[in-house]
């Protein structure tokens, strides 16, 4: 509602209204003091005079009136000027304090003033103010200009209703346009003046420029967004390396909500695979560098360990002070057996999952490498499945796939860990053997496969089906020195075996194939030779060369075969030996030769000392002390009278000098056989408790005429009789042999200049020639 009088108060109080004032208050006076003096002085020419004089006194006091009332106004228009100027000017520097830009819309003229900043921040020269003078009253052409054309509709809105409404003030966000064409986002912050009668009569804003804002705000959301959403844990910690937050990758990968770690140290996730000094040096680098990146096994709230790829930097603030610390964390463990699986498949057979060809060709050269160093052997054997694709014709591929499946488990359950069983393509197979003691052990490996694969196969379906399989071996370094050679010559002799008729193996030098066959052979029959008593106890008489008796005997085995006759055991001890039937034969050596030597004792003959020869397996595979002390006891023939041989090798095994204590302890003697093969020194002997050394028939045939004139047999008899043992000289054939032996003071001798070995009758007829 309007006040009348109000406005009518206000209207008097204006400079208009006070003049107007003054001339009724003028007239009203001169009115008044004319009919005043007309009553008092009623004479004309008093009244001319007076009314001179009053017209004068009128114009006086009017100018002067006028004169004050026009300088009191004017004063208080500079006042007003000043105090709006002051007004205008505390206000700029406010907004250029706030770098906000500010404009001012008079409704009732239309006029808009707008502020240099306002300009500035939409690029535009700041000369250019866009006035009511350019734009006509009301007329929002210069909004439309500059405004989003999709905000022009949400503004007018707002100021609709701030003008219409009792609101005095709002805030709107607009976009406005730049003078190269893009938008800038802008807050406008409006206020409207009222007239006293609340009638809207000024808008004035101040435009805020958000680019900034808006920027930073996108850099949060965005942070915001990639921090939640990452597939990498994060993880931030205080100055003091406490968790301050994770984000829900972080829980993902370790299993740890971010309430359960809230105010913890990350060394929670500690694993057990590095120790201190690798998390000591981690932060070290951070502290030094500001930041570390690595790989780590960390611990997941499950126990389960996992690698993870682990980056820290150090956060520090505007001052340079350190705030915090940010770990960001990639599980590795699914790359890591894909990596692994990507591995073992570019190694691997799909199929059999047996190493291919070239994990094949690596392991060759390890194997070869190693056969270099310890001077030993290795062999490729490369197998074929005879008429495989009649199987795959008869059948089906899945019926042949399982096959191959099925020949792969069989071969690999069969080798040693050291081997290596691969899939060639096909059906064709690769092993290596390495660290082989003799070339020949391949054809018994080989031999093996043919026998296990000989077997019928059933598979999935029930269906039974066979297969032969062909051989072929080559030999490193006989048969080549490269991995292409001797797959070449595997292959050559692959194809000879399958030449020769299938279900067979064969070398790849004739020679080798002939040897290994016979081994196999042997090996086949000594088997038996125990069980059906083929074995037979020789005894080669050893002579105490100052009185000239015989006062013992080797015992020497030998193999009746029913087919072969008498084998010597060069032939079959080898055999015996890479077998493992060693221990088996070995012990019934031992048994045999204490039963023969308790049944002469009992028939009188003189007292002898019977010595046996103790492989170096059997040394080191079995408890020899407790054998000895068993059989002794079940033969009754004295521990005392029972000599064991040990080669020099036996003594390089672990804890021998231990072995032959306890070995000694059963009341037995020791002996060390072909005494100077070997690589050890007198010296060394020294450190076992043996009692006989043999001299090696080498060094024997070497005397009296041979190279060394019989040095090396002299240096031993004696070194051996400084060192407190007897020495016994073995291979003695001539009887200047034993004249030098005996100048040397050598104890005692064998050979064939008193007697070759002889079976048990013929050592007792030699023992009592009158028997
Ligand atoms: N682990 C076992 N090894 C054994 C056993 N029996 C024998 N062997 C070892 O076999 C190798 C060959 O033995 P053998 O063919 O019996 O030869 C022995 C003698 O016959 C031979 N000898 C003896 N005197 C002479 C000679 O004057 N001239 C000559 N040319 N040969 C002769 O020497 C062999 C005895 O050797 P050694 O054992 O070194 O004393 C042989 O290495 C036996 O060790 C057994 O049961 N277990």
Request: glycine content about 8%.
């Given at each position: 509602m309007k006040d009348p009088r109000g406005n009518l108060r206000q209207r008097l109080r204006s400079p208009g209204g006070i003049v107007l004032l003054y001339l009724l208050f003028a007239a009203a006076w001169i009115a008044g003091s004319d009919s005043a003096i007309r009553f008092l002085f009623r004479d004309p020419d008093q009244l001319a005079r007076i009314g001179t004089t009053k017209g004068m006194l009128f114009v006086g006091i009017t100018s002067g009136l006028l004169f004050l009332l026009l300088s009191a106004w004017h004063a208080s228009l500079v006042r007003a000027k000043q105090a709006s100027d002051l007004y205008r000017e505390r206000l700029e520097r406010v907004l250029k304090g706030t770098n906000d830009g500010w404009w001012e819309w008079n409704l009732a003229s239309g006029q808009i003033y707008f502020s240099p900043r306002c300009w500035e921040l939409l690029g535009r020269s700041t000369a250019v103010h866009i006035t009511g003078a350019e734009t006509a009253a009301g007329d929002a052409s210069v909004w439309r200009e500059i405004l989003h054309p999709e905000d022009l509709m949400q503004a007018e809105r707002r100021i609709e209703a701030l003008l219409t409404g009792q609101d005095s003030g709002a805030t709107i966000e607009i976009r406005l346009r730049h003078q190269d064409g893009h938008y800038i986002p802008v807050l406008s912050r409006l206020m409207v003046q009222r007239d006293a009668?609340?009638?809207?009569v000024l808008v004035s804003g101040a435009n805020m420029d958000m680019s900034e804002q808006k920027r930073n705000e996108e850099r949060l959301r965005q942070s915001a967004a990639v921090f939640e959403t990452t597939r990498e844990g994060i993880v931030v910690l205080d100055a003091e390396r406490r968790i301050l937050m994770v984000n829900q990758a972080f829980t993902n990968i370790t299993g740890y909500s971010e309430r359960e770690v809230i105010g913890l140290s990350p060394s929670i996730m500690r694993s057990s695979r590095h120790d201190d000094d690798f998390y000591k040096g981690i932060w070290a680098t951070v502290q030094r560098e500001g930041h570390w990146r690595g790989e780590v096994w960390h611990r997941r709230k499950s126990g389960e360990i996992y690698p993870e790829l682990l980056g820290i930097s150090a956060v520090t603030n505007s001052d340079g002070a350190l705030t915090n610390y940010v770990g960001v964390i990639a599980d590795l463990s699914q790359l890591k057996a894909s990596e692994t699986r990507l591995e073992f498949m570019s190694q691997h057979d799909p199929l059999t999952s047996l190493p291919n060809r070239a994990l094949l060709m690596s392991h060759m050269e390890h194997g070869m490498r190693l056969a270099q160093r310890e001077s030993g052997t290795m062999a490729l054997l490369m197998l074929d499945l005879d008429r495989f694709k009649d199987i795959n014709d008869s059948f089906s591929h899945d019926a042949g796939d399982e096959l191959l499946q099925q020949v792969a488990k069989c071969l690999s359950a069969r080798m040693r860990d050291m081997d290596t069983v691969a899939?060639?393509?096909?059906?064709e197979f690769g092993i290596v053997l390495p660290k082989l003691a003799h070339a020949e052990d391949a054809a018994i490996v080989a031999n093996g496969i043919l026998r296990a694969l000989k077997q019928p196969w059933t598979l999935a379906d029930g269906t039974e089906v066979r297969v032969g399989i062909s051989i072929g071996i080559s030999i490193f370094p006989d048969h080549g020195t490269s991995t292409q050679q001797l797959l070449q010559h595997a292959d050559a002799a692959l194809y000879q075996a399958k030449q020769e008729g299938r279900g067979g193996f064969r070398y790849f030098s004739q020679g080798m194939t002939q040897a290994a066959r016979e081994r196999i052979r042997l090996e086949a029959r000594l088997h038996r030779a125990i069980e059906q008593n083929e074995l037979r106890v020789y005894y080669q008489p050893v002579v105490d060369?100052?009185?000239?008796?015989?006062v013992g005997a080797e015992a020497l085995v030998r193999w009746q075969h029913p087919e072969e006759g008498l084998i010597p055991p060069a032939r079959f001890i080898p055999v015996a030996e890479s077998t493992g039937l060693i221990d088996a034969i070995g012990e019934w050596v031992l048994r045999e030769t204490c039963r023969q030597g308790r049944q002469w004792m009992d028939a009188g003959l003189p007292a002898l000392t019977l010595a046996v020869n103790m492989s170096p397996r059997q040394f080191r595979h079995r408890d020899i002390g407790a054998t000895v002390a068993e059989v002794t006891a079940q033969t009754g023939f004295p521990a005392t009278r029972l000599e064991l041989e040990l080669t020099e090798s036996a003594l390089m095994e672990p804890d021998a000098a231990e072995l032959l204590q306890r070995l000694r302890a059963t009341g037995v003697r020791l002996a060390i056989d072909d005494f100077g093969t070997g690589y050890s020194s007198l010296a060394y002997l020294q450190r076992f408790p043996l009692d006989v050394l043999k001299i090696d028939k080498g060094f024997v045939d070497?005397?009296?005429?041979g190279a060394d004139r019989g040095a090396i047999a002299t240096s031993i008899v004696g070194m051996g009789h400084s060192l407190g043992f007897k020495v016994l000289a073995e291979g003695v054939e001539k009887p200047e042999q034993l004249a030098f032996l005996h100048s040397l003071g050598c104890d005692m001798y064998q050979g064939y200049l008193k007697s070759p070995p002889l079976p048990p009758a013929e050592f007792e007829r030699l023992l009592s020639p009158d028997r």
């Amino acid at each position: 509602m309007k006040d009348p009088r109000g406005n009518l108060r206000q209207r008097l109080r204006s400079p208009g209204g006070i003049v107007l004032l003054y001339l009724l208050f003028a007239a009203a006076w001169i009115a008044g003091s004319d009919s005043a003096i007309r009553f008092l002085f009623r004479d004309p020419d008093q009244l001319a005079r007076i009314g001179t004089t009053k017209g004068m006194l009128f114009v006086g006091i009017t100018s002067g009136l006028l004169f004050l009332l026009l300088s009191a106004w004017h004063a208080s228009l500079v006042r007003a000027k000043q105090a709006s100027d002051l007004y205008r000017e505390r206000l700029e520097r406010v907004l250029k304090g706030t770098n906000d830009g500010w404009w001012e819309w008079n409704l009732a003229s239309g006029q808009i003033y707008f502020s240099p900043r306002c300009w500035e921040l939409l690029g535009r020269s700041t000369a250019v103010h866009i006035t009511g003078a350019e734009t006509a009253a009301g007329d929002a052409s210069v909004w439309r200009e500059i405004l989003h054309p999709e905000d022009l509709m949400q503004a007018e809105r707002r100021i609709e209703a701030l003008l219409t409404g009792q609101d005095s003030g709002a805030t709107i966000e607009i976009r406005l346009r730049h003078q190269d064409g893009h938008y800038i986002p802008v807050l406008s912050r409006l206020m409207v003046q009222r007239d006293a009668g609340g009638q809207a009569v000024l808008v004035s804003g101040a435009n805020m420029d958000m680019s900034e804002q808006k920027r930073n705000e996108e850099r949060l959301r965005q942070s915001a967004a990639v921090f939640e959403t990452t597939r990498e844990g994060i993880v931030v910690l205080d100055a003091e390396r406490r968790i301050l937050m994770v984000n829900q990758a972080f829980t993902n990968i370790t299993g740890y909500s971010e309430r359960e770690v809230i105010g913890l140290s990350p060394s929670i996730m500690r694993s057990s695979r590095h120790d201190d000094d690798f998390y000591k040096g981690i932060w070290a680098t951070v502290q030094r560098e500001g930041h570390w990146r690595g790989e780590v096994w960390h611990r997941r709230k499950s126990g389960e360990i996992y690698p993870e790829l682990l980056g820290i930097s150090a956060v520090t603030n505007s001052d340079g002070a350190l705030t915090n610390y940010v770990g960001v964390i990639a599980d590795l463990s699914q790359l890591k057996a894909s990596e692994t699986r990507l591995e073992f498949m570019s190694q691997h057979d799909p199929l059999t999952s047996l190493p291919n060809r070239a994990l094949l060709m690596s392991h060759m050269e390890h194997g070869m490498r190693l056969a270099q160093r310890e001077s030993g052997t290795m062999a490729l054997l490369m197998l074929d499945l005879d008429r495989f694709k009649d199987i795959n014709d008869s059948f089906s591929h899945d019926a042949g796939d399982e096959l191959l499946q099925q020949v792969a488990k069989c071969l690999s359950a069969r080798m040693r860990d050291m081997d290596t069983v691969a899939r060639l393509g096909g059906d064709e197979f690769g092993i290596v053997l390495p660290k082989l003691a003799h070339a020949e052990d391949a054809a018994i490996v080989a031999n093996g496969i043919l026998r296990a694969l000989k077997q019928p196969w059933t598979l999935a379906d029930g269906t039974e089906v066979r297969v032969g399989i062909s051989i072929g071996i080559s030999i490193f370094p006989d048969h080549g020195t490269s991995t292409q050679q001797l797959l070449q010559h595997a292959d050559a002799a692959l194809y000879q075996a399958k030449q020769e008729g299938r279900g067979g193996f064969r070398y790849f030098s004739q020679g080798m194939t002939q040897a290994a066959r016979e081994r196999i052979r042997l090996e086949a029959r000594l088997h038996r030779a125990i069980e059906q008593n083929e074995l037979r106890v020789y005894y080669q008489p050893v002579v105490d060369i100052a009185g000239g008796g015989i006062v013992g005997a080797e015992a020497l085995v030998r193999w009746q075969h029913p087919e072969e006759g008498l084998i010597p055991p060069a032939r079959f001890i080898p055999v015996a030996e890479s077998t493992g039937l060693i221990d088996a034969i070995g012990e019934w050596v031992l048994r045999e030769t204490c039963r023969q030597g308790r049944q002469w004792m009992d028939a009188g003959l003189p007292a002898l000392t019977l010595a046996v020869n103790m492989s170096p397996r059997q040394f080191r595979h079995r408890d020899i002390g407790a054998t000895v002390a068993e059989v002794t006891a079940q033969t009754g023939f004295p521990a005392t009278r029972l000599e064991l041989e040990l080669t020099e090798s036996a003594l390089m095994e672990p804890d021998a000098a231990e072995l032959l204590q306890r070995l000694r302890a059963t009341g037995v003697r020791l002996a060390i056989d072909d005494f100077g093969t070997g690589y050890s020194s007198l010296a060394y002997l020294q450190r076992f408790p043996l009692d006989v050394l043999k001299i090696d028939k080498g060094f024997v045939d070497a005397i009296p005429h041979g190279a060394d004139r019989g040095a090396i047999a002299t240096s031993i008899v004696g070194m051996g009789h400084s060192l407190g043992f007897k020495v016994l000289a073995e291979g003695v054939e001539k009887p200047e042999q034993l004249a030098f032996l005996h100048s040397l003071g050598c104890d005692m001798y064998q050979g064939y200049l008193k007697s070759p070995p002889l079976p048990p009758a013929e050592f007792e007829r030699l023992l009592s020639p009158d028997r």
